[in-house]
């Protein structure tokens, strides 16, 4: 099912103020980023690179990562985590209304562009964000990730690893992504002088990506009563 999809973010703040953002993902599910965007120095590969990063920057100057969201987070600098929106998600088949704070829909719509950026850590994480589920509960978040890796498992062409192996990689995966969310709030205290919006999404993608990896640890106990007869 090769096929470009197309997501709408529309952020209806309180002060009257209404923020678009159309992500366009190719059929090899990568974000379109403008070819007019800023190349801003606080992207920059080597500026608080990722000590697991596999890029070179004489071949990538930039982290995908940080350049992906850059614009994104532009339009949010000197707001409030808790500052109240209105946020629309227009998709294929359905959109999504909820009223919340401005960290919870930012939140949200970096669990799209991350993944789709290029950056080579969160790769793994690309089908998810084909059926992206706006405002993921942490439930729901464990229950796609596991789901999805071993449907990973399953299509792979090397020989198939067993549920405890899958689960040893995925949770190392991300391991790794706590690494990438790191990296990216030293970048954005950077650029973000006032206000604390857009560094409180990505400490909330990382405390869902910590408490993600504890239940992997824990051999998914916490949804083992679904399945007891």
Request: proline share 5%; with cysteine; glycine share 4%.
């Amino acid at each position: 099912m090769d096929e470009a999809v197309t997501f709408k973010y529309v952020f209806k703040l309180a002060s009257g103020k209404v923020e678009e953002f159309t992500i366009d993902l190719d059929e090899a599910l990568e974000f379109q980023r403008s070819p007019e965007q800023d190349l801003p120095d606080w992207a920059k590969l080597d500026n608080h690179k990722c000590p697991n990063c596999t890029l070179d920057s004489s071949t990538d100057p930039y982290c995908p990562a940080a350049l992906g969201i850059s614009e994104l987070l532009y339009h949010f600098v000197g707001l409030n985590s808790t500052d109240r929106a209105r946020v629309e998600v227009h998709m294929p088949a359905r959109t999504y209304v909820k009223d919340t704070d401005l960290q919870d829909g930012l939140f949200s719509i970096l669990g799209i562009m991350l993944p789709t950026s290029g950056c080579p850590a969160l790769k793994f994480l690309r089908p998810m964000a084909r059926f992206h589920l706006p405002f993921s509960t942490i439930h729901e978040t464990e229950v796609r990730a596991v789901a999805f890796y071993i449907l990973r498992q399953y299509f792979s062409e090397g020989p198939r690893k067993s549920f405890d192996e899958a689960l040893q990689e995925l949770n190392a995966r991300y391991e790794e992504l706590q690494t990438v969310n790191r990296c990216l709030i030293k970048r954005i205290r950077m650029m973000e002088r006032t206000g604390d919006v857009n560094k409180n999404a990505v400490v909330i993608l990382m405390v869902l990506s910590q408490m993600v990896s504890s239940e992997i640890k824990s051999q998914l106990k916490g949804f083992e009563y679904l399945f007891q007869d």
